[in-house]
């Protein structure tokens, strides 16, 4: 693994052929398949899907904090720097994750310890992982609340985390998951339970932090409203697999996957003000009966018979950027 500060554009995190599975008394059940991205130094790559769509489950599977069994990986490779995260023993892994990989999540009253102050659960990031004293790991903390601008940061490092708002809880998370000037940090969701104003503050410091310090950002969502505010790329999943993988404006301004499409359409606008938004019908399939060949077909108004035939394979649709859908990929131009 290369050593020192990423440079602006490299690879930092990259996933190939991920896929993961549980045992469930049905049998094996096929949770993520094949699923590839990669995210470089100082960018942002959302992962964009449903619920249900295997977003959160891949990166809970390379960063080594997803129960297995009953899941386990049954193929791919997550290489940080070089270095396989998925080939690493546990305690190996730890050294990474935690430290050079952070993570912040979307509820953060769960995550948080409820009976540890906001700077106690900082210092020990420091204390743990760089050897601090206990003083000097909360000393720090205060300066990390303060970097995220918890206003009286130093009469507020003792508090717990019911005594701070939705909003502020989030940024204790980012707090601590920036302690540590990470290369990655990958953030499942974190402005969903906020308001509009809220959130628009907290994807604000992301990106000023992110500036700063030119870390790589991992922003696991269904909002394309977040997308579009400050991903560089895109991946769009479905059904545990990835269906489009573009950069941002490509996806947003010309869809090639009718899911991306339908996602889009679905998004409110000041043209729909009053409107009904025009939804994707259905819903998405259950993992344990998913409709043969795409498993968006039940859904998409583009299906033909051949779509219930074959699973399709990402395919090159343009400079930089994939989809997987057979009407689109068979399209005049459309390299495949």
């Not at 950002?217 to 269906?243: F, K, N, P, Q, S």
């Not at 573009?246 to 339908?262: I, K, M, R």
């Not at 998913?290 to 090159?316: I, K």
Request: some cysteine; hydrophobic content about 45%.
């Amino acid at each position: 693994m290369s050593g020192g500060r990423p440079q602006p554009g490299e690879v930092l995190l990259d996933v190939t052929d991920l896929s993961v599975e549980v045992d469930t008394v049905r049998g094996p059940l096929r949770l993520v398949d094949g699923v590839s991205w990669q995210v470089r130094a100082g960018q942002t790559l959302a992962i964009l899907g449903e619920s249900g769509s295997g977003k959160t489950v891949s990166v809970q599977a390379l960063t080594g904090i997803l129960d297995m069994p009953p899941c386990r990986i049954t193929g791919g490779t997550a290489r940080f720097r070089g270095q396989d995260l998925i080939a690493m023993q546990p305690r190996e892994r730890r050294r990474i994750v935690g430290d050079r990989i952070t993570m912040v999540f979307q509820d953060a009253l769960s995550a948080l310890n409820p009976v540890q102050s906001v700077g106690r659960q900082i210092a020990e990031c420091y204390e743990v992982h760089r050897g601090m004293s206990r003083r000097d790991g909360m000393r720090r903390a205060v300066e990390m609340l303060d970097r995220v601008r918890i206003p009286a940061a130093a009469s507020r490092v003792s508090d717990y985390p019911h005594q701070f708002s939705g909003g502020m809880r989030q940024r204790v998370m980012m707090a601590m998951a920036l302690a540590l000037d990470p290369d990655v940090v990958i953030a499942d969701e974190p402005t969903t339970a906020l308001d509009v104003t809220v959130q628009a503050q907290i994807l604000e410091l992301i990106a000023e932090l992110q500036a700063e310090t030119h870390m790589a950002v991992v922003l696991i969502t269904h909002d394309l409203g977040v997308v579009a505010d400050v991903a560089h790329d895109v991946v769009v999943m479905y059904a545990g697999r990835v269906v489009e993988r573009a950069a941002t404006l490509q996806a947003l301004d010309s869809p090639v996957h009718p899911y991306t499409e339908g996602l889009l359409r679905s998004m409110p606008s000041a043209d729909l003000k009053g409107l009904e938004l025009p939804a994707i019908p259905g819903t998405p399939p259950s993992l344990y009966a998913l409709p043969s060949g795409c498993a968006f077909r039940p859904r998409c108004p583009l299906a033909v018979g051949a779509c219930a035939d074959v699973v399709p394979p990402l395919l090159h649709v343009g400079p930089g950027r994939e989809a997987a859908c057979i009407e689109r990929t068979a399209l005049p131009g459309v390299i495949a």
